[in-house]
């Protein structure tokens, strides 16, 4: 055996061996010891004591509530004594489908179905709701249109029937007839018409609730003719634009357009009646050159616009016309009429109704006098193609050709508006 001296003192080797092995031994179990209590652990026997618990999941997201779309109430007929509507509910199996609508003048509107010549009545009444039957839609006098039928007499007495639909719906045939995408089919022009064609009819809702319906289905209020106009690049900007309207403080503009302003808009004030509104102030500068209406010259019988000078001047035979202000973009936005039974001063688009004329951006005009001193021809050049406030439609497809968006165009057009989805 050897004999180490540690310190002055002898250690047998044997000794340090064993001492070594006995630490070995002590290691090997301490470390079974540490993997039994790792292992426990995990067998779930006193797994809360020796696991951190995992986060708590996120909160979901609040549920997204669909807002139901947004109903309009178009006039489509008014003091009808017959109408004729197809693919309703109550025509269905009732001969070729068809049922008559009538009114005798007695508050009450008769509802029939008709074979071989022969009606049969199927029910009266103040009025009735008709819905299109399965895989069908109403169709008036011939003309299919989307969403329901209300016929009745409104509250002041007259027969009417209003079609009840969907804003979106109501679009698809208003912007192609107002802006016609074969014409112009710039894309950025037809998005710019729908917003500011949605913005008008939203803006509208409950006008004429005293009449029973919201908008009329021409130029009084839209151009709508039903399923017949529906083009697909309308469609299109309609979709792209789902529910975006013009916002001024707070609430949807009232978003006047017309085909070719003339160079200019024109402030509302001054061709409509009413006071100043800000948004369409007037003064926006425009490139509309390429419209065949930017400069027109007419040669007007007075004999053929008579009767229009009778309703808007009441003056009788024409003496002389005295303009007498001019607006803005140099409309002519007050004249003078003069004729046998004295004098009155028109405003704004009265004049150039009462005239028979394009727009009030009146350039020159020339009478031709009779013996007698009346004025017999009118020799008139001016610009442009209707009222000439808000949006011009010819611009705005100038604008799209340039590269503007819709927003821009808009936002050119209409001072200080917000563009945002309508959510009520």
């Given at each position: 055996?050897s ?11 044997e ?7 006995g630490?070995?031994?002590i290691?090997?179990a301490l ?5 039994s209590?790792i292992f426990?652990s ?22 997204v ?8 109430r ?25 049922v008559i ?9 008769g509802?029939f ?13 103040s009025?009735?709701r ?10 008036l ?47 950025e ?10 913005t ?7 006008t ?8 009329y ?7 709508y ?29 009232l ?16 061709i ?10 007037g ?5 509309d050159?390429?419209s ?5 010259q ?8 008579q009767s229009?000078?009778?309703?808007y001047?009441g ?28 004098s009155?001063e ?8 009462a005239?028979?004329l394009?727009?009030?951006?009146i ?6 006098l009779d013996?007698?001193g ?11 193609w ?13 604008y ?13 057009y ?11």
């Open positions: 055996m004999v180490f001296s540690v310190d002055g003192k002898e250690v047998r080797v000794r340090i061996q064993a001492f070594a092995k630490m070995r031994w290691g090997t470390f079974l010891i540490s993997c209590l426990s995990c067998s779930g026997k006193d797994r809360r004591s020796t696991t951190i618990p995992p986060p708590p999941l996120p909160a979901p997201p609040p549920a509530v669909e807002k139901p779309p947004v109903k309009i178009i006039l489509l007929a008014e003091n009808f004594s017959e109408a004729v509507i197809d693919g309703s509910r109550e025509g269905l199996g009732l001969g070729d489908g068809k609508v009538t009114f005798a003048g007695n508050d009450e509107v509802l179905s008709e074979e071989a010549g022969e009606r049969q009545l199927l029910r009266r009444g009025g009735f008709l819905e299109a039957a399965a895989g069908c839609c109403l169709a006098n011939g003309r299919p249109y989307r969403g329901i039928f209300e016929v009745f007499v409104n509250p002041v007495g007259v027969p009417v029937i209003v079609n009840e639909v969907e804003v979106e719906q109501y679009l698809r045939s208003v912007v192609p007839r107002e802006l016609g995408p074969k014409k112009f089919p710039e894309v022009a037809l998005k710019a018409q729908a917003v500011a064609a949605r008008f009819a939203v803006a509208g809702l409950g004429w609730v005293r009449y029973g319906f919201d908008l289905r021409d130029s009084r209020s839209q151009v003719d039903g399923i017949a106009t529906e083009i697909g690049l309308s469609d299109e900007a309609i979709a792209e634009t789902d529910r975006e309207v013009a916002i001024y403080e707070g609430e949807p503009i978003a006047l357009y017309s085909s070719t302003c003339g160079g200019e808009t024109e402030d509302f004030s001054l409509f009646k009413g006071g100043p509104i800000s948004y369409l102030k003064g926006a500068l425009c490139s050159q390429e065949p209406y930017y400069n027109w007419e040669s007007i019988d007075v004999s053929s616009i229009s000078l009778d309703q001047a003056v009788g035979r024409l003496l002389s016309l005295e303009p007498l202000g001019r607006g803005v973009s140099d409309r002519i936005v007050k004249m003078r009429f003069t004729g046998e039974d004295g009155v028109l405003k704004g688009n009265d004049i150039r109704f005239l028979g394009r727009s009030n951006l350039l020159n005009f020339e009478a031709d013996e007698e009346f004025i017999t021809r009118l020799d008139v050049s001016g610009r442009g209707g009222h000439g406030v808000g949006m011009c439609q010819v611009g705005a497809v100038h799209a050709r340039e590269g503007w968006d819709y927003e821009q165009i808009l936002k050119h209409y001072d200080g508006i917000q563009i945002e989805q309508w959510s009520r």
